[in-house]
């Protein structure tokens, strides 16, 4: 009974709002917001209701009316609402592409911080059925405000990346991106920061089977470690440099690298270890015993004969 109420509501807004649209010889110009209050308004009956798909449609209508006038803020509300409800039935196809149509609006608006927050939070709506589409908004985030000169914000959105390459296994990238992530936090003089990342780069370039690259990484950010990170990364890069996998699991077990970000502590935890180098059995080559025959020398075969 209160759905149907709800919804007769949001139909007579609708009437409304289009009632307002409309132009006559009195009337030049369409009253856009008015009629962009209305659909919202609307939204909110259908909402309620659980009409989600007459929701989001005028919500769709009072973004056009913001649009029209003029109001960019407003009308990028209006998406970052159609995202919610998209999140509410578990649509996400649109979800991107809403939350671009967001961020282009609030940047024209001139309100970067938003444009980058209504990115933040699409990916995180995003991040753990489609990590690509995520990984893609935490990029654009980034390009969004390093164009402000936000380098700490930079460096958060930077963090978000590094972990969501690591966990879809996109090692090489990986490093690029945790490499400029050491760099914002440079800029910043985090130096904690960076001990801590230059412990993730060790691990994830010896994930991409790079032993020199994992040892250059370690000499060049080293000096921002703390003690027991650096005693772990020397142990492990020995154990990789000796192959020997005991040592190695050894290192990996340490209690600061299995607390660290669920992505990285996995990384840990599934990286291949080196294999034991073989030893031959015959290794050493021990001199014959008295019993065994020698070879025959050239001296022997031109005794017999020569070499023909």
Known sequence: MISTKKIEEGQEL??????SLKTSLLKWRPDYEVAADEYQKAATCFRLAKSYDQCKDCFHKAADCHKQARSWFHAAKCYEQIILILKET???T???EFANRACHLYQQHGSPESAASALDKAAKVLEANSPEAALRLYQHAIEVVMNEDSTRQAAEYASKI???MVKLGMYDQAADALRREIGLNQQTESYGAIGRLAVVLVLVQLARGDNVAAEKAFKEWGNCCDV???QTLE???????????????QALASPFIRSMDVEYSRLA????????SYKSPNAGNPAPSAGDSAPPTIEDDMEEGGLC
């Not at 609708?14 to 009632?19: G, L, P, T, V």
């Open 269 to 276: 935890r599934d990286l291949p270890l080196p294999k034991a």
């Open 162 to 164: 590094s972990r969501l």
């Open 94 to 96: 649109q979800v991107e």
């Open 14 to 19: 609708i009437r409304q709002a289009e009632k």
């Open 235 to 249: 142990m492990l890069l020995q154990a990789f440099d000796d192959e020997d996998p005991d040592a190695a699991k």
């Open 228 to 230: 027991q990170e650096v």
């Open 90 to 92: 578990n649509n996400l």
